[in-house]
């Protein structure tokens, strides 16, 4: 069953498998050549970011399900693993909701035995990792107009299609869609000094935007000097507000 995707929706793009996973836009799919033609570039593989968001940065493969597959599905409110089996997939429910795998398990209690699961609630039988899931109090990244901000959870609805609340260092609260937050970055300072023109992020407002290093005074409480592209001007950072990029 081929995914149909829509304009603007986001996607995860690569050209060959042993380059990682990118995000962007979905605009539409090339007649000619049948790249996926996005607002970024043109991509030869195109996989939903919902669903898919533990890939992002990687170079993994995606797990591509299908009916009768036997799975170990999580349960969310035990917080367990129990066996499974696959046996439905409804595309536009995952586009929907993402809830899109009809899943048949002895661990869910109603009469008829099964449940719509998403997609990070599916392993392959034998797996050991765990997928992330963000408890009440955890820091996270919350994706807001294109752009990926600290944040911290407040509480998540399992069984609502817009489970997660978060609050930002404003105070500000937002309800967000799994695929709309996101393990916070490694913020750790580089193993090297930076050196000018060193491609970097720097936080301001608990927001990180793209920069070019500019120098390091050693003196001051926020030394180091970033050129902020989408600003078109400089400013001082300390050093857990800025990272390589």
């Known amino acids: 069953m081929e995914y149909e995707f829509e304009p603007k929706e986001w996607v995860l793009c690569r050209d060959g498998d042993k380059e990682e996973w990118r995000l962007d836009i979905f605009s539409r799919k090339s007649v000619d050549d049948g790249d996926y033609i996005c607002v970024g570039m043109r991509w030869n593989y195109c996989i939903p970011y919902d669903g898919n968001e533990h890939l992002l940065g990687t170079k993994d493969k995606p797990t591509e399900w299908e009916v009768g597959d036997k799975v170990e599905v999580y349960e969310v409110w035990s917080k367990k693993w129990y066996d499974g089996k696959i046996v ?96 916070p970055a490694e913020k750790k300072g580089p193993d090297e000094p930076y050196k000018f023109g060193d491609k970097v992020q720097c936080r301001e407002d608990g927001e990180w935007m793209d920069g070019l290093f500019i120098m390091d005074d050693k003196s001051g409480f926020k030394p180091y000097l970033i050129y902020i592209k989408e600003k078109n001007d400089t400013n001082y950072f300390e050093k857990e507000d800025i990272r390589r990029a």
């Open 88 to 183: 439905g997939i409804n595309a536009a429910k995952m586009k929907d909701d993402g809830l899109g795998f009809k899943v048949e398990s002895e661990c869910f209690d109603r009469s008829d035995g099964w449940k719509w699961c998403k997609a990070d609630q599916l392993r392959k039988p034998g797996a050991e990792e765990t997928p992330w899931r963000p408890k009440a109090g955890e820091a996270v990244e919350a994706l807001v107009d294109n752009k990926w901000r600290d944040a911290v959870l407040i509480t998540d609805d399992h069984d609502d299609c817009i489970p997660y609340c978060i609050r930002f260092d404003n105070g500000t609260t937002m309800w967000c869609k799994a695929c709309q937050i996101r393990k």
